[in-house]
């Protein structure tokens, strides 16, 4: 049915438009202008009768002061294996090209991903790893050891350097190394603690603590188990039975980088020590 010319006028009361040309606008289109923010903007009569349109200078508008905002550069909407929401931008801080979501470029929470595989390939890189891939979770990165075997580790352990091999030390496939459960006293001027923990090696685990200068370390007990799943039992009864005497995890990353949980106040001293000989002798049976 011809839709006479007029129609167009009434299609658009009360929908914020007017229409200010159609005569010489091509085939279905009319010259519009919103009334809201004056701009005109050519729509098709078919999507001002179902109202499906937008001004798309202010569009434009809002997205520009959005990626102003949070410091890139627009480049294109299409992105591969991305959705419509997602967005190819310039982050102008390092000049990188990254797909960010647009509700992430709203609230500027985001970090260019380049940069941050750069710094944990360079604290790998500082230690003598190489990152190859994604790790169990978010935590991780699987890094390759120089000794040539690959491992999961958490990124923050790698740049303090806290790790090692579980295959070279036999933690992982080596069941039948023997494996050392241990209590230190350590002590810093007047503060002094215990700390319990097994290992194949302790004086190595020891320099993994990374304790601040100053510290004094005094062996109280160390008992030889056969293997690491026997030790890792005895010492799990342990940490449950004296939890109580627990110092909090940030008072102690103040002292020693790594291993700064499963520390004890050392006014419980004589409850802790009985708590280790009494899970040792319950255990005499997979002690050498």
Known sequence: ??????????????????????????????????????????????????????????????????????????????????????????????????????????????????????????????????????????????????????QDFQRGNVKRGIFSCDICNGTKHGKDRKSYLYMLLIKRKNFEWIKIGYSLDIDRRVKQYQLIDGCSIRLVECIEFPNRKEVAAVESKIHSSCSTYSHDSGIMEAFMLGGYTECYKIDNYEDVINIFREEVENAKDFIR
């Open 1 to 150: 049915m011809y839709r006479l010319k007029r129609d167009y006028f009434k299609e658009c009361e009360g929908s914020g438009l007017r229409l200010v040309d159609y005569k010489s606008q091509p085939a279905g289109y009319g010259l519009y202008t919103f009334e809201g923010c004056g701009h005109e903007q050519l729509i098709q009569y078919v999507h001002v009768r179902e109202g499906a349109f937008r001004c798309i200078s202010c569009y434009e508008n809002e997205r520009s002061e959005i990626y102003t905002r949070a410091g890139v550069k627009f480049v294109s909407d299409l992105c591969e294996d991305r959705d419509k929401n997602y967005k190819l931008v310039e982050i102008v801080a390092c000049g990188h090209t990254q797909a960010i979501a647009l509700n992430a470029l709203k609230s500027s929470e985001f970090s260019c991903v380049t940069c941050k595989n750069n710094r944990w390939a360079e604290e790998a890189s500082m230690h003598g790893l190489e990152v190859v891939g994604k790790g169990r979770d978010s935590r991780y990165l699987t890094y390759r050891l120089p000794c040539g075997h690959e």
